[in-house]
């Protein structure tokens, strides 16, 4: 087990000293698309990427759209393959609760509970006091360091909000921020009352309809037919198939599905402050006031966006991020262009290193801004992995096979010497079940379970629970070798006497 947390942060420290270092800026446009083309299929080379689809549009003109290796097995990435969007779901959440705002059928300076009075919490004050502005900017206090869905995938949007009684303040209302997907439940929620309409059919009526979105969708069936592929993880260096969850109730922060030819419909039609071909879907006023930071908070984020400088340039955006698919959407108002992202596979290390480099180096060349260095291959990485998983079972087998061996060295020690050589098998794993997620809690900003650890990292979650087993499993057969020596020397006592 030592050995295994050792071979694990030696990997991890790999990563920390290969941060993207960068060159200096090239501000030729429009580019070469067949640099753009190189530098993707280098990038899906390099960290394994089944398929890769990047949109970028300047003006009402799309300047670039193309789809690189494959959806699914048998099945080509196209530009309009459908996707998830992961997390930019919330930015068309956003929309839509400004649309209504701005029919004025509701006011998001208003509590919740004015138009959703299903909304119950812990905390009976903050309930009454939460503004839908406060949800639209992660300011609402709610936060998953203190409440973690743990609803089926078929719980609905409002029976979700239904069961928050249980969530707790984590942070006072209107002064921090944290980034929790149950927000834009909340606001889902908002919507379907204030509407009359399911959250669903709302999205489709008002946004892909009047965007010309034909590869969109709000239901897992009806994207699969047009050919949404399931997606992959990593283990160990390799692209696993598996099932994409849909999570209903989380539909409004994280499971809309659709191409990224669609994608680049919605985000010039952010760039023109709510306008597309013709047809508003949004008050320019109230398109800046979303993409504006809401003053006060330590994060530059309005409502459903993040905008910051980049590198002397002013750039709105947000990723997204699902189980097994990653999507960014990327707006450069000074510039009039937007750029659109989607991979079909995702795992915790593609989320942290490989996908903000695919970002950063599509950004680099599309928009002329500085580009990144290549990081540490992660099929690399991942075979190193693999590699350190099957020593680590190796050579804790081969502990439990030369007990006479290691019963010499123990009566060799002295007595604290004795106690930490059985009793670290029992303590280092406690200090790594109970620790380890606190520390990911730290890093990530975020909450986390265990099953969200398997779904983003199953290789890493297995190496570390198969070396807490074999840990385990060395520890009490130390111990049970102790005791059958000593109660065979005591037998042997007793025999003399």
Known sequence: MKRAIWILSTCLLIFTFSQAVFASPSLAIPFAAEDMDAFIQSQMRRHNLPGVAVAVTQGEEIIYMKGFGKAAKGQAMTADTPMYIGSLSKSFTALAIMQLHEQEKLDIDMPVKTYLPEFVIADKDAMET?????????????????????????????????????????????????????????????????????????????????????????????????????????????????????????????????????????????????????????????????????????????????????????????????????????????????????????????????????????KGIAIGLPMPNNIVPLRLVGYAMLAGFLINIVMSVRVLFKMDAWMQSYNKKKSIGKVWDIGSHFIIPAVLVVFLPIGIELFLNRGFTWQAGWSQAPDGILWLWTGIVLDLVTGVTKAITMAHRERDLLGAIGDNR
């Open 130 to 362: 939460i503004t839908i502005r406060n949800l639209l900017n992660h300011a609402s206090g709610l936060s998953d360091f203190s409440y973690i869905p743990q609803h089926g995938t078929d719980v609905s949007i409002m029976d979700g909000i239904k069961e928050m009684g249980e969530a707790e303040l984590s942070a006072p209302i209107g002064t921090t921020f944290q980034y929790f997907n149950s927000n834009y439940a909340i606001l889902g929620a908002v919507i379907e009352k204030v509407s009359g309409m399911p959250y669903a059919d709302y999205i489709e009526e008002y946004i892909y309809v009047l965007l010309e979105m034909d590869y969109s969708y709000t239901d897992q069936e009806e994207a699969a037919q047009a050919g949404l592929p399931s997606g992959y993880t990593s283990v160990f260096g390799f692209s696993l198939a598996r099932q994409q969850p849909f999570r209903q109730y989380d539909l409004p922060g994280g499971y809309l599905m659709m191409s990224v030819h669609d994608l680049s419909k919605y985000l010039r039609m952010q760039a023109n402050k709510g306008s597309f071909n013709g047809v508003s879907l949004l008050d320019a006023e109230w398109v800046e006031e979303m993409h504006e930071p809401q003053p006060g908070l330590d994060v530059p984020y309005g409502m459903g966006w993040f905008s910051y400088d980049d590198f002397g340039t002013r750039l709105i955006q947000h990723g997204g991020t699902n189980e097994n698919f990653h999507t960014s959407g990327m707006i450069f108002p000074e510039k009039d262009m937007t750029i659109a992202i989607l991979v079909n596979k995702n795992s915790i290390l593609h989320a942290l290193f490989s996908h903000p480099n695919l970002n950063d180096g599509v």
